[in-house]
């Protein structure tokens, strides 16, 4: 029989994408934000669990994302990113369903110098860090046939990294805003569209895929290199970047300063990303990307 995908965390950037794809392949979705289904709610998910068609395989892409506030509020982030996972694993235990947890590359500490493999220590610095490792811990100490995949840098519809970039871009080209940008150039990761990793985890799912994988877009970039890189493609390659550390930034939490993700495990699979630059193309070409407005904006 066919799986049914049960997706939480629908309306963010990873679980439209999913959605997208799934029904677009005429699989048979449930869906549920944050604002629908609190995950750490047992109660609650072993009902909505109850009701769905047989056999069920559930993608959380839920998760208290916002680093900075993790560390202002460290129990929403225990809340969401830990005990949510949790509850959802003991669910899916209970009703004898499938499952696929979502964590990241903020588990380690970032003071490598080569790709991380999935069994490499970790050593969060963050509160977001630490949450999300205990929320990977907990659902793969749940079950041997459960699946955690970590990711990195995500982009897709809606708020992100490369929408406020170009939003900045667009202001200065209205003549509301002047002078350079400035974006941190002493980090390095790997930026991952949303949609290329809705597809990974289907090809996971399918290929039996247990345990812990990371899939992130390939290559290496800092977040200077994702800005410039987006700001020529979309047309403002005269737009001035300038680098800057992140000791310049205002930010709570600290952040991983190597952050790049090992992917062989899951290419070993047949699960092989594109480059991130490909895959930032296919974003700006696709209805993701924001709508930008160039003119100024004329008075009545």
Same mark, same amino acid.
């Given at each position: 029989?066919?799986?049914? !995908?049960?997706?939480?965390?629908? =309306?963010?950037?990873?679980?439209r994408a999913l959605t997208e794809q799934l029904r677009a392949a005429?699989?048979?979705?449930?869906?549920?934000?944050?604002?629908?289904?609190?995950?750490?709610d047992a109660a609650a998910v072993k009902a909505r669990l109850a009701e769905l068609p047989r056999p069920i395989v559930c993608v959380n892409a839920a998760g208290f994302t916002h680093v900075d506030r993790c560390e202002r509020e460290p129990e929403a982030a225990e809340h969401g990113n830990a005990r949510g996972p949790a509850s959802l694993a003991e669910a899916c235990v209970e009703h004898d369903a499938g499952l696929v947890h979502v964590s990241t590359d903020y588990v380690f500490a970032g003071d490598a110098q080569t790709p991380y493999p999935e069994d490499a220590p970790t050593a969060p610095r963050s509160v977001y860090g630490r949450t999300k490792l205990a929320g990977e811990q907990a659902v793969l100490a749940a079950s041997p046939r459960f699946l955690v995949v970590?990711?990195? !840098?995500?982009?897709?519809?809606? =708020?992100?990294f490369l929408v406020a970039i170009l939003n900045q871009a667009a202001l200065r080209r209205r003549g509301e805003a002047s002078g350079p940008l400035r974006v941190v150039a002493d980090q390095s990761g790997r930026p991952t569209y949303a949609t290329d990793l809705a597809a990974a985890i289907v090809q996971l799912v399918e290929a039996d895929a247990t345990g812990?994988?990371?899939?992130?877009?390939?290559?290496?970039?800092?977040?200077?290199?994702?800005?410039?890189?987006?700001l020529d493609e979309a047309g403002f390659g005269e737009l001035q970047v300038d680098r800057i550390t992140?000791?310049?930034?205002?930010?709570?939490a600290p952040r991983p300063a190597w952050s790049v993700l090992g992917t062989e495990r899951a290419e070993g699979l047949g699960v092989t990303p594109r480059p991130w630059q490909e895959a930032v193309r296919a974003y700006l070409a696709s209805p993701d990307a924001p709508k930008l407005e160039l003119e100024p904006t004329r008075a009545s």
């Open positions: 029989m066919p799986l049914h !995908w049960f997706v939480t965390g629908s =309306r963010g950037q990873l679980g005429g699989a048979g979705v449930t869906t549920a934000s944050h604002d629908e289904l609190d995950i750490a970590r990711t990195s !840098w995500v982009f897709g519809a809606g =708020r992100n812990l994988f990371h899939f992130a877009n390939a290559g290496v970039a800092t977040w200077w290199d994702l800005a410039r890189f987006v992140t000791g310049e930034i205002a930010a709570d």
